[in-house]
């Protein structure tokens, strides 16, 4: 009978909210890497709670990002 709650007790865990919103936000990231990383080189300044602020330099778009003249995008 031990086995058994020692086994029911690490479902809990795997099925507790922590753990699942962890394995939804990690999906998002590997679904969603080309876009979170494109996006990320167009953010300039970020403002932070508490009055701080991270400021980068934009990195000029490659050719890829800019559709050439008279081309759908």
């Known amino acids: 009978m031990e086995i ?3 086994i029911l007790e690490y ?3 795997l ?6 919103a962890g394995v939804v936000v990690a999906v998002a990231f590997l679904l969603f ?4 990383r494109s996006l990320m080189r167009r953010v300039a300044k970020i ?3 508490g009055g701080s602020e991270f400021s980068t330099s ?3 778009k490659s050719n890829e ?3 050439a ?5």
């Open 15 to 20: 099925l507790s909210a922590p753990a699942i």
């Open 4 to 6: 058994a709650a020692l």
């Open 33 to 36: 890497s080309e876009d979170i």
């Open 47 to 49: 403002k932070l709670p």
């Open 11 to 13: 479902v809990r865990v």
């Open 65 to 67: 990002d800019i559709p």
């Open 58 to 60: 934009q990195v000029e």
């Open 69 to 73: 003249r008279g081309e759908q995008p």
